[in-house]
Structure formats: C-alpha cells, structure tokens
Nanobody
C-alpha cells in the first residue's frame, strides 16, 4: 500500500521561504512521476512542479525560478523548496505519484498525500 505524508507547511510573510517534504512509503517503481500540486480555497487543484524517474523536472510558469522540486537518493522523500513566496501561493499543497514517466505534467496521478497548508501573508 502506497502512503504519502506531507509536512513542512506553515505561515510565512511574502518574500519568505518554506521547504515542503513528502515521505513516500510502499512505492516501488523504476518508472515514475512525482509531483506537487496545490489547491486554494474556491479554486481547482493545479500542478506546481514535477520530477520523473529520469530526473527531469518541470514547473508551472507561476512558480518557475522560485520553487525547486527534488527527490532524495533513496527515492523516499520528495521535496519542494519554495522561495520568494507570494500571497497567491497560499494553498493546500499535495504530493502525488504514479508509475508512469512519459509526461509528468499530464500524468494521471493515482497516489496522493493528505496535504499541508501554506499561508503567505502580505
């Protein structure tokens, strides 16, 4: 059974930084996509950043240059380093995985964490 557990959320002022972590349990695949998504109140969930088993990373334009996605060597912790945070980054952030690595941006992720809240004040 795959289990994803996010942590690291919190409240920060605009311009600050946070690092989110996602502990990945029970996911064993040499072919995968992992991603970070977010959902703000009243809005649809949107992708933020993605990483493939080939270590290819991809970012949505809204976070490009400010956020960095990475995976530890054991492939058990997914990170999202968030710098220069803006109030519009306020959302619940989710990590997700799928055994697929052709197009991580378009993949149908089937394992999700419970989310961690990020609040950025102006």
């Amino acid at each position: 059974q795959v289990l994803l557990v996010e942590s690291g959320g919190g409240s920060v002022q605009a311009g600050g930084s946070l690092r989110l972590s996602c502990a990945v349990y029970g996911f064993y695949s040499s072919t995968y996509c992992m991603g970070w998504f977010r959902q703000a109140p009243g809005k649809e969930r949107e992708g933020v950043a993605y990483i493939s088993s080939a270590s290819i990373t991809d970012y949505e334009d809204s976070v490009k240059g400010r956020f960095t996605i990475s995976l530890n060597g054991a492939k058990t912790i997914l990170y999202l380093q968030m710098n220069s945070l803006k109030p519009e980054d306020t959302a619940t952030y989710y990590c997700a995985t799928v055994m697929y690595d052709i197009s991580c941006r378009k993949a149908d992720y089937n394992h999700w964490g419970q989310g961690t809240q990020v609040t950025v004040s102006s």
